[in-house]
């Protein structure tokens, strides 16, 4: 045995090595929170433009369609009109790499237009392009629905993180309440959003300019109405203040040991 291996009497006996903490409900609602993109702002509120991502991130998610939109109504070319978006969506992509920023929102974005753009040139009909949208529409509308159901609403998930509320509001029936009611007004955004831009796919072309100008409306400034309306009706109500009693020291204006006007 080399006198590396010989035990050193006085070490005493080896320490257990630490077990990673398993996370709890709360840290994984946290982190949910952080990943869907919520902010808080410096008063505690939520900072609704952040968490849209920002006049970059919603640029982002409006100029391809719109770069689409005009190439086509001005040249009625389907694939150049394509080359269009795709080049937006790129030109998005690189300046985030310049900047040094996270690339998720962009890569995710692209992503989403070139499948759209796939779609589009399969089928050779320009409404296709934002067929895409509809059945990501769907899946959240499902999911929200589901977290309703299971009274998990998503919305205190998130919101609960930005309020400091953690997980405790599901031990609150009147706060469960409060955001399950704040969850249905971002399912209704995303319903309003297939009714309204359903029938206009079914026109096919006829219906395109339509299609495309409702998909940018009611894109990400309907998301940001929806989530500050939901995040304003599922605000905690304040504490009732105590009545004031006559005589109460503790109240502006009152004297010890006045006697009562009888």
Same mark, same amino acid.
């Given at each position: /045995?080399?006198? =590396?291996?010989n035990?050193?009497?006085?070490?005493?006996?080896?320490?257990?090595?630490?077990?990673?903490?398993?996370?709890?409900?709360?840290?994984?609602?946290?982190?949910?929170a952080v &990943?869907?993109g919520?902010?808080?702002?410096?008063d505690?509120?939520?900072?609704?433009?952040?968490?849209?991502g920002?006049?970059?991130?919603?640029a982002e998610?409006?100029?391809?369609?719109? /770069?689409?939109? #005009?190439?086509?109504?001005?040249?009625?070319?389907?694939?150049? =009109?394509?080359?269009?978006?795709?080049?937006?969506?790129?030109?998005?992509?690189?300046t985030?790499?310049?900047?040094?920023?996270?690339?998720?929102?962009?890569?995710?974005?692209?992503?989403? #237009?070139?499948?759209?753009?796939?779609l589009?040139?399969?089928?050779g009909?320009?409404?296709?392009f !934002? #067929?895409l949208?509809?059945f990501?529409?769907?899946? !959240?509308?499902t999911?929200?629905?589901?977290?309703?159901?299971?009274?998990?609403p998503?919305?205190?998930?998130?919101?609960?993180?930005?309020?400091?509320?953690?997980l405790?509001?599901? &031990?609150?029936?009147?706060?469960? &309440?409060?955001?399950?009611l704040?969850?249905?007004?971002?399912?209704?955004?995303l #319903?309003?959003?297939?009714?309204?831009?359903?029938?206009? !796919?079914?026109?096919?072309?006829?219906?395109?300019?339509?299609?495309?100008?409702t998909?940018?409306? /009611?894109?990400?400034?309907? !998301?940001?109405?929806?989530?500050?309306?939901?995040?304003?009706?599922?605000?905690?109500?304040?504490?009732?203040?105590?009545?004031?009693?006559?005589?109460?020291?503790?109240?502006?204006?009152?004297?010890p040991?006045?006697?009562?006007q009888?």
């Amino acid at each position: /045995m080399t006198p =590396s291996e010989n035990p050193d009497p006085t070490a005493g006996p080896p320490k257990p090595r630490p077990t990673p903490e398993t996370p709890s409900v709360a840290d994984l609602a946290e982190g949910y929170a952080v &990943k869907a993109g919520l902010h808080r702002s410096k008063d505690g509120n939520i900072d609704v433009l952040k968490s849209a991502g920002g006049v970059q991130g919603i640029a982002e998610s409006v100029v391809p369609g719109l /770069m689409f939109l #005009v190439a086509f109504t001005i040249t009625r070319e389907l694939t150049l =009109s394509l080359v269009a978006a795709l080049a937006a969506a790129a030109v998005f992509t690189v300046t985030r790499l310049v900047q040094r920023r996270p690339l998720t929102q962009a890569l995710g974005g692209i992503a989403l #237009v070139g499948i759209s753009a796939w779609l589009a040139n399969t089928t050779g009909k320009a409404e296709d392009f !934002y #067929v895409l949208g509809f059945f990501t529409n769907a899946a !959240y509308i499902t999911g929200l629905v589901l977290s309703i159901a299971l009274r998990w609403p998503i919305a205190g998930l998130l919101f609960g993180f930005i309020r400091n509320e953690g997980l405790e509001w599901r &031990k609150d029936p009147a706060r469960v &309440k409060a955001y399950r009611l704040g969850t249905w007004v971002i399912v209704a955004v995303l #319903v309003l959003r297939l009714l309204v831009q359903v029938p206009l !796919y079914l026109l096919g072309e006829q219906g395109l300019t339509g299609l495309a100008t409702t998909r940018l409306i /009611m894109g990400a400034p309907l !998301y940001i109405l929806g989530i500050w309306v939901a995040w304003l009706i599922t605000k905690p109500l304040a504490p009732a203040q105590p009545l004031a009693q006559p005589g109460d020291p503790s109240q502006p204006g009152a004297q010890p040991g006045a006697p009562s006007q009888n």
